[in-house]
């Protein structure tokens, strides 16, 4: 597999790597980008399978530098319908249309993109919805079908705990944590699809050294902002991450 990676896509695939572990500092947003550049490199399929281990690094960098501002109200209320909708992802590998797939995930995130801008300047507006527990499985299925299928969970997850009012630190540790068990459990069932090898394994351990890089950059970034102009920020990630999803851009 690494013998067939040309000059440019090396470059994308360090970009990519970086992405991750700046995605995993508070801009889940950007994950999308990691997403597309190994797809770019590998195809769609393939490359979740690549990309599975790499993610699992980030997350382990993300509990070093910030897992103690976790939130575990909200890690426990999460986990159930995650894994839930990581379980439905992948009995229907084989069977869901993921153009389809993609244009209903990248909708649903916009329409929510839409009402939480709403809401930073209408903190009345849905008060109660965040915290009913229907929100929280609603959500966590959708985040658990998106990241099995394509790796792409964060800006759900985002979304939801920018809903329910999280600070900045505590939101980025709570998806730390989050993603490490749900990113944790999808190992074996890609393992069983084939899609992870000893040369998707190689590949992973030749760009591991550009995650904690990226993250660095991000812990730089998430430091200098203040809480609303993060959540802004979060949101307009979320929202071209969303774009991207169903193809748009």
């Not at 990691?34 to 769609?44: D, K, M, T």
């Not at 730390?176 to 749900?182: D, E, H, R, T």
């Not at 920020?233 to 774009?243: D, E, H, P, S, V």
Request: hydrophobic residues 60%; charged residues 10%; aromatic residues 12%.
């Amino acid at each position: 597999m690494l013998t067939m990676v040309t000059p440019l896509q090396w470059a994308c695939l360090i970009l990519g790597a970086a992405g991750i572990g700046f995605s995993k500092s508070g801009f889940p947003g950007v994950s999308m980008l990691h997403v597309v550049l190994f797809a770019f490199v590998f195809g769609a399929m393939p490359s979740t399978g690549v990309l599975l281990p790499m993610l699992v690094v980030g997350d382990a960098c993300a509990i070093y530098f910030f897992g103690r501002e976790a939130n575990w109200r909200h890690v426990r209320r999460l986990l159930p319908p995650t894994i839930g909708g990581i379980l439905i992802g992948w009995l229907m590998m084989d069977r869901l249309d993921s153009d389809q797939f993609k244009w209903i995930v990248g909708g649903i995130i916009l329409t929510l993109c839409a009402v939480q801008f709403v809401r930073t300047y209408r903190p009345g507006w849905f008060d109660e919805v965040p915290h009913q527990t229907w929100f929280a499985v609603v959500l966590g299925l959708l985040a658990g079908v998106t990241t099995m299928l394509a790796n792409a969970a964060g800006p759900v997850v985002a979304l939801y705990l920018l809903a329910v009012a999280l600070p900045k630190w505590e939101l980025i540790g709570t998806s730390a944590w989050l993603f490490l068990v749900l990113n944790v459990v999808k190992l074996p069932l890609s393992f069983q699809l084939g899609l992870i090898t000893d040369s998707t394994l190689l590949v992973g351990a030749v760009l591991t050294p550009a995650i904690p890089l990226g993250m660095l950059a991000g812990r730089w970034l998430v430091g200098r902002v203040s809480q609303k102009w993060f959540n802004l920020i979060l949101l307009g990630f979320t929202a071209i991450a969303a774009i991207r999803l169903i193809g748009w851009i």
